[in-house]
């Protein structure tokens, strides 16, 4: 995961780690299977499709443009 979004904002750009603050979840692991199997839903977008689509719009509400690397073609 952290390779796709570093590839997606800045290949170049520097990881760093800061630890967790106290309100954060100890343990994460999303899962969509009750969503596909009870709701019968299905992601419409891939994550390397839909990445890019959510860095350039973050961006936009955040900075009020479309930085480089962001934008999708």
Do not use: C
Request: glycine residues 6%; aromatic residues 6%.
């Amino acid at each position: 995961m952290k390779n796709v979004v570093q590839e997606t904002i800045d290949p170049d750009a520097k990881i760093e780690y800061r630890p967790n603050t106290e309100d954060d979840p100890h343990k994460r692991k999303p899962d969509i299977t009750k969503a596909k199997e009870q709701l019968g839903w299905e992601p419409k977008v891939d994550l390397h499709k839909g990445l890019p689509l959510m860095v350039s719009d973050f961006r936009q509400r955040i900075f009020g443009d479309h930085k480089e690397g962001g934008t999708v073609a």
